[in-house]
């Protein structure tokens, strides 16, 4: 099995995000009756797929150990993305998990998709990412790569609430 291409595995989990990396915070509020098809749709790549995001997965729901390639782009530009599921999580507070990027991922670092549900019943879904570039094109995309990574979290964040209305 491939070996993670960055030390601080599981930091998305809870706590700071590491020193010295990017960082990628953002959180958007479902509706209250949402929590469990959130959750279903971030653990089952439904979130992913409905996205634009090409997903294979070993599994058809993430779990520790599963590898998961992420495609972005078309034919021949189509940039794959690989990851293995560091963490994740199912109860009745948080649904979720982070995956750690593998050699041939153009970054290196950790993202977090969440659903929480806090002590007044409100539905939260985070994404918290901690990368810097590992292949040239993402060194010299620079402030572009940054904002890239905030707008696919906004993204995800809107495409999530799309579903949680069944739309």
Same mark, same amino acid.
């Given at each position: 099995?491939? $070996? ?36 279903? @749709?971030? *653990? ?17 729901? @993430? ?8 495609? *972005? ?6 940039? @794959? ?44 879904? $985070? ?23 905030? @707008?696919?979290?906004?993204? *995800? ?5 799309? *579903?949680?209305?069944?739309?």
């Amino acid at each position: 099995m491939p $070996e993670l291409t960055y030390p601080e595995v599981g930091a998305t989990r809870a706590g700071p995000l590491p020193a010295g990396w990017r960082h990628v915070r953002h959180r958007v509020r479902l509706p209250d009756d949402s929590f469990g098809r959130a959750g279903d @749709a971030v *653990l089952g790549w439904r979130l992913h797929r409905a996205a634009g995001i090409r997903i294979t997965a070993d599994a058809p729901r @993430a779990a520790p150990g599963v590898r998961v390639v992420s495609g *972005l782009g078309v034919g021949p530009l189509r940039l @794959a993305a690989p990851c293995r599921v560091v963490w994740a999580a199912d109860d009745a507070r948080q649904a979720g998990f982070g995956y750690g990027t593998l050699p041939g991922h153009p970054a290196r670092g950790e993202e977090a998709f969440v659903v929480t549900r806090d002590d007044s019943g409100a539905v939260w879904f $985070e994404v918290r990412a901690f990368s810097r570039p590992d292949r040239w094109f993402m060194r010299a995309a620079g402030p572009v790569g940054r904002a890239f990574q905030q @707008a696919y979290a906004w993204w *995800l964040g809107r495409v999530l609430r799309r *579903l949680c209305a069944g739309q």
